[in-house]
């Protein structure tokens, strides 16, 4: 009984956000179009029978996301897991913040980032405004309102499309079964805010958690809310994904959450060979990113929308870009792919050496 009520609570939960997100989302739209509409975006026409059927691949996700807590792989308290008070001061924030946004689309200022930013420290399609965002991802600012406008823009969605990587991550570290857990290393590559390892750390209790990314701001952010979580606090690196300042082999698993789309092809794939460079043989990498032509056709409207309304200048090649051909071009094996909703989430192995068999 207790169960049900938890798992209407959930519902109910999922659905406050959904609505609270799409309502958001229309309120900042119709506002856009009267008072800059020479900045206002043209987006293609979603007609409603799609918009049930994102409805439906939405509710499919909650149901999972269910599910798989039910099932053990994360404790059921994850899903009710958001800093609600934290939110309800920052939201008059995201609004404030709105018509500096509206200025730089309409001026098409896509290099707008704040004074003093030592453009040698970055890759150079690293300095931009992705989704209009002001400063970029390069200030505390920034990072403050990030999580937010992520959850606004997936109507609530996103930490269960996060928590899409875990099923395969600890599916991957099954070939480490008879190491102590507390000896298996798990990397977040571009953990941003830390939401991806917030979630890790509840279905890895014990594992040492890395987490890496450029943004020096976005990490403070990620270490003030991972430093609420009970546990060992994750390592928190700067640095480029494309060259890990870590040992060869030297991590189990590795999780990438919404990073591809945000990089060019070369970039997108000197990443996934680091990744490989970094993972022990029969170790795991689980990427989670935008859905894709390919697996979701039915959705091109919407990542053609996504495209238009938000700064994403690397998008339109992503979402035709084979990532399974760059995972094995990279040497991995054993590559699976699922779609929960927006996402799309591949898991890989570091094929093991005969010499080294991983469960050794
Ligand atoms: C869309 S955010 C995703 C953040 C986080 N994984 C999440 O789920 O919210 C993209 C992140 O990638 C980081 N990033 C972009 N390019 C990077 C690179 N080359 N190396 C490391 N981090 C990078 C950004 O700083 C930002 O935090």
New binding site residues.
């Given amino acids: 009984m207790s169960d049900q009520l938890t798992r209407l609570a959930y519902r109910t939960l999922q659905q406050g956000k959904a609505l609270f997100g799409i309502t958001h989302k229309e309120v900042t739209n119709r506002l856009m179009a009267v008072l800059a509409p020479d900045g206002s975006p043209r987006t293609v026409p979603v007609p409603a029978e799609l918009i049930s059927r994102l409805q439906e691949s939405m509710d499919d996700l909650h149901a999972r996301d269910w599910q798989e807590a039910e099932q053990g792989l994360y404790p059921a308290s994850l899903l009710f897991d958001a800093p609600w008070l934290d939110w309800a001061g920052r939201y008059p924030l995201i609004w404030l913040d709105l018509p500096q946004i509206w200025n730089r689309r309409r001026a098409r200022r896509v290099r707008d980032l704040p004074d003093g930013v030592d453009a040698s420290l970055y890759?150079d399609?690293?300095l931009q405004n992705?989704h209009h965002q002001t400063d970029g991802?390069l200030s505390d600012h920034s990072a403050a309102l990030?999580?937010l406008q992520?959850e606004l823009l997936f109507n609530g969605s996103?930490d269960p499309m996060?928590r899409r990587v875990i099923g395969p991550l600890l599916n991957g570290l099954r070939s480490f079964g008879e190491r102590p857990a507390g000896r298996i290393r798990v990397l977040?590559?571009?953990?941003?805010?830390g939401?991806?390892l917030r979630q890790l750390r509840g279905a890895l209790p014990e594992a040492q958690l890395m987490g890496?990314?450029?943004?020096t701001a976005?990490l403070r952010q990620a270490n003030r809310w991972l430093a609420q979580v009970p546990g060992e606090l994750p390592q928190l690196v700067q640095?480029?994904?494309?060259h890990m300042p870590f040992a060869d082999a030297s991590v189990q698993g590795i999780t990438?959450?919404?990073?591809l789309?945000?990089?060019p092809g070369a970039?997108r794939q000197g990443?996934i060979e680091e990744c490989f460079r970094l993972l022990e043989p029969g170790g795991v990498l689980v990427l989670a990113d935008s859905i894709q032509l390919a697996d979701s056709p039915q959705f091109s409207a919407v990542m053609e929308n996504f495209r238009r309304v938000f700064h994403e200048p690397y998008y339109r090649e992503y979402i035709s870009d084979d990532i399974l051909g760059r995972l094995q071009a990279a040497g991995f094996d054993a590559i699976e792919a699922t779609t929960h909703f927006m996402t799309r989430v591949w898991s890989a192995r570091k094929p093991a050496s005969p010499l080294q068999p991983a469960s050794t």
């Fill in positions: 890759p399609y690293y992705f991802y990030y999580d992520v996103a996060r977040d590559v571009a953990t941003g805010t939401r991806t890496l990314d450029l943004s976005y640095g480029n994904a494309e990438c959450v919404f990073l789309h945000e990089l970039a990443v």
